[in-house]
């Protein structure tokens, strides 16, 4: 059977580049492994930023967004078959930061997925100065993703305090108890500096397992709840990203505004990726980009974003 590993966590929580930290200490296992990318968004960002991990030992497939949840589960479970018949040791599934771990279980317990597939491991990122001003329905998504996770890994630690970190597990734990969760977490979590990570924390990470707690189900329609925007070919100076990130982020006519990522092109054709939460703007140059831009959150109003690119 093919072992099988779901990497989550809210958006901005730095899935994609704890995957590539994996993957590569997966391929020096001698593993060969394949890496889905499973948005609901119509582009896909986080593919391109895994480019340079293809190589003979691994390969990366993504299900195309843009469609209802049905179609989406649809199309997840058809991309699992084909990738099921491809050899692999391990197949890596990343999927959106607004994803119900449910639905996860649910397709793998489907057959034949259920012949073909081992669960090995569900690994939970989260940001170790979480913003403790979730909505209810962002609540219920972390605490679906926490809650079955055989390890809970914190990001940016060497960007936050003791206290910090302290305060963001008091707060899962709360979100937990709030959706009725019995699980309380204590040591199966990582707090380490990424950079640090030895074979021992990824050999504890791969041998995780996962758990059998369950939240209290909320209701709602993921797409409908949270809306992905994509803005092309935005004329945006390299100079004034950063700002105009932020000026996004916290502008509450735009909406509840989580994230923002994508990339632009400066004056040197060198690509740039932004990738913008309320407490840290990151922009990084990387070797391919694709002029998109796009926006994350909650009631969001696409002329009022749409002003600061102008402006």
């Known amino acids: 059977m093919v072992k099988i590993d779901l990497i989550t966590g809210f958006l901005g929580a730095g899935k994609t580049t704890f995957l590539k930290k994996y993957a590569r200490y997966l391929m020096d296992q001698s593993e060969n492994i394949g890496i889905l990318e499973n948005d609901f968004g119509a582009v896909n960002v986080d593919m391109m930023l ?5 190589s003979e030992h691994c390969e990366l497939e ?43 279980f649910d ?63 008091a707060y899962l734990n709360a979100i937990l108890k709030e959706f009725q969760c019995k699980r309380t977490i204590k040591d199966e979590i990582l707090q380490k500096d990424w950079a640090t990570l030895t074979s021992q924390d990824f050999e504890q990470i791969r041998n995780s397992g ?46 509840n505004v989580f994230r923002i990522k994508g990339f632009i092109q400066n004056k040197q054709g060198q690509w740039l990726e932004l990738n913008a939460t309320k407490k840290n703007i990151c922009i990084t140059p990387v070797a391919q980009g694709q002029q998109v831009i796009i926006v994350i959150g909650e009631n969001l109003v696409e002329d009022a974003i749409e002003s600061h690119w102008k402006k």
């Open 50 to 54: 895994l480019q340079d991990l293809i």
């Open 62 to 104: 993504m299900v195309a967004g843009g469609c209802d949840y049905d179609c989406h589960k649809r199309r997840f479970k058809t991309k699992l078959i084909s990738m099921g018949m491809c050899g692999y040791d391990r197949v890596l599934v990343e999927p959106s930061g607004i994803y119900d771990v449910d639905e996860f």
């Open 107 to 169: 397709v793998l317990n489907e057959e034949p997925l259920d012949r073909w597939y081992q669960i090995d491991n569900v690994i939970t990122i989260v940001d170790s100065n979480l913003e403790q001003t979730l909505t209810k329905q962002s609540k219920y998504l972390l605490a679906s993703q926490i809650a079955q996770a055989g390890n809970i890994v914190l990001s940016k630690v060497e960007d936050s305090t003791p206290i910090e970190r302290n305060n963001t597990i």
């Open 210 to 255: 996962y758990t059998f707690d369950h939240t209290s189900k909320l209701w709602f329609d993921e797409k409908e709840a949270f809306t992905s925007l994509y803005f092309m070919n935005v004329p945006i100076a390299e100079d004034a990203l950063a700002k105009i990130a932020k000026s996004i982020l916290w502008d509450v006519s735009c909406g």
